[in-house]
């Protein structure tokens, strides 16, 4: 059945796109930055997602949905695809579908995982893995709007080798406070032993927050289940915690 959108509260079926790829990005050892251009793409918000359907010789397709990693920009849009071993469509995106080639998208889709300029209170942005994608799109299109709304985000990953978008996260912006919580390897001098979020890693950036302030957390559902329990023990009201999970 194909997903639809709600329009001035109408349902509107969301239709299918040709995506042709146009650039592939290196972020880590497996996760690539993938550029296409969509003729017809309508615009997105930042946080929302897309499905990505491929179709084999034999007609055989497979579906899998994927996170914008930026803001709207006319008919290019970017994903972010982390490959997942034994994966089924993950590696071919990430590593062999040719530049050129076509793929179809439909979306965009979701309207509650998102960040809109309007939006003026500080918010908490909460990574897991890959899960900073859609994360990565919502800081850039604050950057861009120019908000001096405070964004706070806590990045957990693996090791400092696991680290994706690290452009977007090291550029100069006094309106971003970034922090990298590592799990199993922290760099040279770290502050942090490595080990998973804890309530002490969120109770200084959550007591930023206003108590309407969204708390955006992505990620593995183990890692956003945890996050999500850690927020609401420290005070945050649930209503606020907007959550994406995959796996």
């Known amino acids: ?35 296409f251009t969509v003729p017809g793409w309508p615009g997105h918000l930042p946080g929302q997602h897309v499905d990505v359907r491929l179709t084999a010789d034999d007609g055989y397709q497979a579906v899998r949905s994927y996170s914008l990693a930026a803001p709207a920009d006319g008919d290019r849009i970017e994903l972010g695809v982390q490959a997942v071993a034994d994966g089924e469509v993950s590696p071919y995106l990430a590593d062999d579908l040719p530049v050129g080639a076509e793929v179809e998208m439909r979306g965009p889709l979701g309207n509650w995982f998102v960040w809109r300029p309007e939006q003026t209170e500080p918010a908490l942005l909460v990574a ?22 405070a964004f706070h985000l806590l990045y957990s990953v693996r090791t400092p080798e696991d680290v994706c978008y690290r ?81």
């Open 1 to 35: 059945m194909a997903r639809a959108a709600q329009l001035g509260g109408l349902t509107v079926p969301v239709a299918w796109h040709r995506a042709r790829l146009a650039e592939r990005r290196p972020q880590t050892a497996t996760a690539r930055s993938l550029v």
């Open 128 to 149: 897991g893995g890959s899960g900073v994608v859609p994360l990565a799109a919502m800081i850039r299109a604050h950057r861009t709007a120019g908000s001096a709304t």
């Open 167 to 247: 452009d977007v996260l090291d550029a100069h912006d006094p309106h971003l406070d970034a922090r990298l919580l590592y799990t199993r390897q922290a760099p040279p001098g770290a502050a942090r032993a490595p080990g998973r979020i804890t309530p002490a890693d969120l109770e200084k950036p959550a007591a930023r927050l206003e108590p309407d302030s969204a708390v955006y957390v992505c990620g593995p559902t183990g890692f956003v289940e945890r996050a999500a329990d850690l927020l609401v023990d420290l005070g945050r009201d649930p209503a606020t915690i907007r959550t994406e999970r995959f796996g």
